[in-house]
């Protein structure tokens, strides 16, 4: 889903992901580079 561009948010929710975190955290490698950049930065903020 998320090489097909279905947003982190509606991924996390469809797999029961209490939060993003968590989502990020272990289907990281699935999205594109740069979303994943910026992803692994967005991360590193919640902490």
């Given amino acids: 889903m998320l090489r097909r561009g279905v947003q ?4 996390s929710s469809i ?4 939060n ?10 699935w ?3 740069d979303l994943s950049k910026a992803a ?3 991360e590193q903020f919640g902490k």
């Fill in 8 to 11: 982190i948010k509606v991924v």
């Fill in 31 to 33: 999205i594109p580079d």
């Fill in 20 to 29: 993003i975190e968590t989502t990020l955290r272990v289907y990281s490698h």
């Fill in 40 to 42: 692994t930065i967005m």
């Fill in 15 to 18: 797999l029961g992901h209490a």
